[in-house]
């Protein structure tokens, strides 16, 4: 069962700071058992020179405590050198490092100035989309339609503020993907800005997501205007997609309009491998979703049910030869069917 985290090997983590799979496997097995109220001072014995073995061991055990917070009360931890609080608080030093590095901000003004003064802001993208004018939890999707008749769907873990004055109307992407089907209004142009530059619609349908360094954009019907924040400019039209970074915007190629089906709840996979499944499946739910890499090159036709990601697992199970090992309810592994059970 591989880790959350990237791997860049089928064992260890890419980096130091990074627990391997065989680890986490391990950590969640150890948890499993701790909190089953079943586990003897023999247990407890061995646990804590498991933990005490290597210190990949207890960046697993860190792991395994931060994500457990989200679903259940924590008893005390049987190692009073190891408290819960102090395992979160570890954790959540490293969440925040990353939220920091992968911020997306609000755009401050409405040219180049502003948009300079966005790149700039400090606050990191979570507490922005916690005070965003619209916003999705994970798992969650939602339409929102705004004033002139424009339609927004949000994606899972989504978030956008709308800005509309007498002469322009503007929506800054916060967080994750939206889908936006915009209204006529030919006295105000539409724009949408992202933290690598700005989108201007040019009576259109179009998805916009969120990465890390870059911006996505494919668009079904009309055309978008991308203006990037270094100034470089591109037209995409209606079944093209592209993706843009602050300084380019790379050569389009054909949409595939399976990108707009989580609008409808659903993603749809054509000849994608299974970890690239697994990947999507992630965002839409809460805890841990590992797939072994005997398996995740698999390849996945098909559409599946992102409002009950449990179905779509199942669903995934009866169709290839895997299984899902759910070692807590919040912590789902799958495996080669092959694979004998530990």
């Keep these: 069962m591989t880790a959350v985290l990237p791997l860049s090997g089928p064992d260890r983590a890419s980096t130091a700071s990074e627990p391997s799979r065989r680890a986490m496997e391990q950590a969640a097995e150890w948890y499993a058992l701790l909190r089953s109220g079943e586990a003897t ?31 259940e009360p924590l008893r005390a931890t049987p190692d009073p050198r190891c408290t819960a609080d102090n395992l ?21 003004g409405t040219g180049s100035l502003g948009w300079i003064a966005w790149r700039h802001t400090p606050l990191p993208a979570a507490a ?17 339609v705004l004033a002139d008749g424009t339609r927004v769907w949000l994606d899972t873990g989504s978030a956008f503020d709308e800005d509309y004055r007498p002469h322009y109307r503007r929506l800054r992407l916060l ?65 093209q997609q592209t993706r843009f970074t602050v300084d380019a915007v790379a050569a389009a190629e054909p949409a595939d309009a399976a990108r707009e089906a989580w609008s409808r709840g ?26 072994a890499p005997e ?15 449990d179905d779509a697992l199942d669903m995934l199970a009866s169709a290839l030869p895997i299984r899902l090992r759910r070692t807590l309810p919040w912590w789902v592994g799958i495996e080669p069917a092959d694979r004998a059970a530990q």
């Design 41 to 71: 001072d023999d247990d407890r014995a061995l646990w804590e020179a498991w933990l005490d073995g290597d210190p990949d061991h207890r960046r697993a055990w860190r792991y395994v405590e931060a994500v457990s917070r989200g679903f």
């Design 88 to 108: 979160w608080a570890a954790h959540a030093r490293t969440l925040q490092r990353r939220r920091l590095l992968a911020c997306v901000a609000v755009l401050a």
């Design 128 to 144: 922005l989309a916690w005070t965003a004018d619209h916003h999705t939890a994970t798992g969650e999707v939602r339409e929102v």
């Design 175 to 239: 967080a994750g993907a939206i889908l936006v089907d915009t209204a006529g209004d030919p006295r105000r142009p539409f724009f949408v800005d992202t933290p690598q530059g700005r989108l201007r619609a040019l009576g259109t349908r179009f998805t916009v997501r969120l990465g890390s360094e870059e911006t996505f954009l494919a668009v079904y019907a009309g055309a978008v205007e991308v203006s990037t924040g270094s100034g470089a400019r591109s037209v995409v039209r209606a079944g």
């Design 266 to 291: 659903v993603l749809v996979a054509r000849d994608m491998s299974l970890g690239e499944v697994v990947q999507e499946l992630r965002r839409y739910r809460s805890g841990h979703l590992g797939v």
């Design 295 to 309: 398996v995740a090159g698999l390849r996945v036709f098909g559409s599946f049910p992102l409002r009950n990601t």
